[in-house]
């Protein structure tokens, strides 16, 4: 069985992306599976960067062909922010709840129609020492005072996608998957590591 190890923490991207690669036959491990591993440093400036650090990090501290990615929050009229700084948008230590504050109190004198945002994601796959795929998917949207659904993390409460007229948080997970930048970066992920990793693991049986 292909083992690949996916560089984070987050239950919620570990439970997204564990739905929408449920049909190839992975075992995919997760950064708690190696508690005595240090964590990356992500001091980059782009999603991409932040990935590929990442992925090459754990795949040499591991062994492991290392799949990571980078996703936030991008709010065209607070100039991108908070972009890279999405998870600690409001400082140590990560909190859901003070990054949408800081967020709905940063747009509080704007108007729905000029809170145009989107979400991005970056996908780096990686063996030691060795970057084997990049990918990226987006979705645009705007940003909402008052937060609306339960079924997201992060932003996606505050996140309104205007042609569903729902916010992520209230989009079912096949939704989701669907339609979000993650899902987006992740299709087009699958096939190159079924390529890439599952023709050498054959190889090697």
């Not at 800081?102 to 979400?119: G, I, M, N, S």
Request: hydrophobic letters at 40%; aromatic letters at 6%; charged letters at 25%.
């Amino acid at each position: 069985m292909l083992e690949i190890l996916l560089a984070t923490h987050n239950a919620g991207k570990v439970r997204e992306i564990r739905q929408l690669a449920a049909d190839h036959d992975w075992h995919w491990h997760g950064l708690d599976d190696f508690p005595d591993v240090p964590e990356a440093v992500e001091d980059a400036d782009t999603f991409t960067e932040n990935a590929r650090l990442k992925a090459l990090h754990y795949a040499a501290a591991t062994g492991l062909p290392t799949f990571a990615d980078d996703s936030g929050l991008e709010v065209d009229c607070l100039g991108g922010a908070p972009g890279v700084r999405s998870a600690r948008y409001a400082g140590e230590p990560h909190n859901d709840a003070a990054n949408n504050r800081k967020l709905v109190a940063a747009l509080a004198e704007t108007p729905l129609e000029q809170r145009t945002a989107r979400f991005r994601c970056a996908m780096v796959l990686a063996r030691p020492n060795e970057v084997l795929s990049e990918t990226q998917g987006e979705v645009e949207g705007v940003i909402i005072d008052e937060p609306r659904g339960t079924n997201g993390f992060g932003y996606d409460p505050h996140f309104l996608i205007p042609s569903l007229g729902k916010t992520m948080a209230e989009l079912s997970a096949d939704e989701k998957n669907t339609i979000s930048h993650r899902g987006q970066a992740l299709r087009a992920m699958l096939p190159k590591i079924a390529s890439i990793l599952g023709a050498e693991n054959n190889q090697q049986m």
